[in-house]
């Protein structure tokens, strides 16, 4: 509950904050640079001052039993959030092997804080208080690499440019989160519990693809933002198209295989009353098919990211009046399938946002091999709807028989 508590009121500012950080920096000069970093870090920190004390508040009024919890996790959401900045700070300077370094250690800390203290009969309070020690040393060194790469002062007209920049990236993930919470609601009222259940565990996507194409995604808006300055952009696009390129012929195939091996992967992660949500989850894998485009990219590195509001909004709205029409049409799976469908039109009017604003699609996509992934994708998907993995592989295995066994 506390750590649904915190990313529930931190995700999306967070991120958008991170985010637009990276174009925002490769735009701006040298002088201007040092002084964003830590003006971003300074709205980091009054978020996350927020965050926390409504952590602290909602323990006292839903838990009051457990409010002294809640108080103390309020401290290590206000200490710990900021510190996302490290990581990106380390990226921006080119510290790649510090980013791995800080990475491992600062997650691998978090993990046995946390868990050896259960593992051993503690407290969670014992725990909590462990992460509390561990945010605020990681507040401190984020401290000292401000000190070394930024300008420690405050300058209020720049974090009103660079917030008029995060705003319309922070309503469309807001908007974009919120569906997530919409969609279990809707299945909440009209399922029972179990159905609810199956549908939450259903109703994800691989995290491994999410963080290849986010951060697929964060890199390239740096890197257009960049060649956009330096009047290159022709070769900032360029070298997304191959980036993405590469990335689609590790994510389609993957996806492929995932769509007929996923109800082993349930069966074997799950209980049986939870294998059912294989079906959902393969819908959800459909979502491939949109994140391999990278309109968005182009549109952060180009810092017009207002048009996200009108999208964002339409998103939602789409995505809501589609899940009401499938779910009484089809049942349960046509919540994912409005889903799909939302987020594939929120990509097409990006796409043609990009289009209007002079970048075709082939500029920064390999549209070829881009089309002949999808198709197989969505192939493989219909096929998986109706064979399983075990179908499959005993039909190749006769149809190789009969070939084999036929004289020439």
Known sequence: MLMLLSSFLTFFWVSSICNTLVPFYHSSDEDKQKRILFNAFAVLTIFSLFAGIITAVYGNIKYPKDADLFQMFGLVVFLNTPTFITDYIFYLKGKYKSLIIWGIVSFSLHIILLCVP????????????????????????????????????????????????????????????????????????YYSDTDFTIFRYGAKELPVFLILANSLSNIYSGEIANAFKSNQLLDGLKRLKESSRKLMRWLFPTTILMLFISEYFFEFAYNKDLVAGYRIFNIYLLLIVSRMLFPQTVIMGLMKSRIFYL????????????????????????????????????KIMLVIYCKMEGIDIRKYTAIGEYLVYSSLTLGAFYLSLHYSFADLLNTIQTSLTLAFSNPV
């Open 118 to 189: 259960l593992y051993m009969k503690q407290t969670l309070n014992l725990a909590i208080n462990l992460l509390v020690i561990l945010a605020l040393l990681k507040f401190n060194y984020t401290i000292i690499i401000l000190m070394k790469y930024a300008s420690i002062s405050f300058h209020t007209r720049l974090i009103q440019e660079f917030m008029g920049k995060v705003m319309p990236f922070m309503f469309s993930i807001l908007l974009a989160g919120s569906m997530d919470y919409i969609n279990s609601f809707i299945v909440e009222y």
């Open 311 to 346: 999208v964002s909004t339409n998103y939602l709205i789409l995505n809501v009046i589609l899940s009401f029409w499938f779910i009484s049409q089809i049942g349960i799976e046509g919540i994912a399938y409005a889903t799909v469908i939302a987020y594939t039109i929120e």
